[in-house]
Nanobody, 124 residues
């Protein structure tokens, strides 16, 4: 079993940047596909980005094209989400997720473990 803890959220202005971190413990981190999801108030959780255990990267380009980037450091058991040019519509709780054998990266149900979330608020 793997435990995930997000950090790095906060309140920022439009156009600012943030870096979210997700530290993993208790499992073979390098074996997991790691995803970032977000949930805005009164909306469903939506897929943001994913990085596979082999380092393949995919984004929900409709949401974050050219603004966000995902990376992982297997030596530090951490996955990152670098967010640039933030907009008010990026406001929400950001969750990291880990899964083995993930077949549909954009589906929350494909992941086995979740963090508690990091809140991001972007003001105009």
């Amino acid at each position: 079993q793997i435990q995930l803890v997000e950090s790095g959220g906060g309140s920022v202005q439009t156009g600012d940047s943030l870096r979210l971190s997700c530290a993993a413990a208790g499992g073979a981190f390098s074996s997991y596909t790691m995803g970032w999801f977000r949930q805005a108030p009164q909306k469903e959780r939506e897929y943001v980005a994913v990085i596979t255990r082999r380092g393949a990267i995919m984004y929900n380009t409709d949401l974050v094209k050219d603004r966000f980037s995902i990376s992982r450091d297997n030596a530090e058991n951490t996955v990152y989400l670098h967010m640039n040019s933030l907009k008010p519509e990026d406001t929400g709780v950001y969750y990291c997720a880990a899964g083995l054998g993930v077949t549909t990266v954009s589906t929350a149900a494909s992941y086995d473990y979740w963090g508690q979330g990091a809140e991001v608020t972007v003001s105009s």
